[in-house]
């Protein structure tokens, strides 16, 4: 990031002026605003900056009865994905600007391991997550990437998985079936966020439990092959998907993982950071 101080003030109030003075949260538009408060925090944390304003408007849900309601209350079934970015975006955005103690964590991180799926080790548990349903309204692809947003929180924090083992079965599971498209577009052959969502979610799986190593390895190998083959055909200077900075930076993250999954198969000129290994939320 930038050396200079002046350059540096300068990228931390260009962030900072999206925030509302009124409820703390950061506002553009794009996403819901907690979503857009995560994903901006997350962006001053690498210069060592916080929000100008508190987050008033999360305050209620410091308290441990508000914050499991608000949780319980997403939409689990219809909106995995998209109501992730909440579920998450409250940890990620409270501890970011340091303004929840050890003790909230506890008792977000307790929820979060009394509601894993114990047949898939995707959030949440009770809720039908189509493992073996193709026909399904809501793709199992978008309980993992409803999940990913929750898992980097507990990476994060050096937490445990509850059923590392079954999550990584059914990353495996996804990879056998890759070929489906996902959300419009073909894994591993678009520029997106699918990609970091399933090598994280497989790649931290196997870290914690080790189940499965040699066959995660060689899925994510054949990920990793397919994908660098896909963008290096790319013309750069004219694809609109690599030209969008959303998007540009999910598939950086992608990249990223694979090539801490996979010491040695592909060098950098500069070796990649995953930036989820310095704080939450992408």
Sequence with gaps: MPEDTAEREAWIEAIRRFQNPETGLFEDGSHHEIHTTAFALAALDFFDARARYPLKALHPLREREQMEVFLDNLRWHEEPWLDSHKGAGIYSALVLNREVSREWEDWYFAWLWEQEDPETGFWRKGKTIPLNDPESPVPLFHYLGGSFHYLFNIVYA??????????????????????????????????????????????????????????????MEEAAEKYVDYLTQLDYSSDTAFNDLHKLFGMICALSEFQLALPGQFITERPLRQVLDRRPYI
């Excluded at 509850?162 to 678009?190: N, S």
Aim: hydrophobic residues 30%; contains cysteine; positive net charge.
């Design 158 to 219: 050096r937490r445990k998985q509850r059923y590392p083992e079954k999550a990584v079965d059914t990353c495996l599971e996804i990879w056998k079936g890759h070929h489906q498209p996902l959300y419009g577009e073909p894994f591993c052959m678009g520029i997106s966020y699918a990609e970091i969502d399933w090598v994280f979610y497989l790649n931290r799986s196997v870290r914690q439990c080790g189940y499965r190593f040699e066959e995660s390895r060689k899925a």
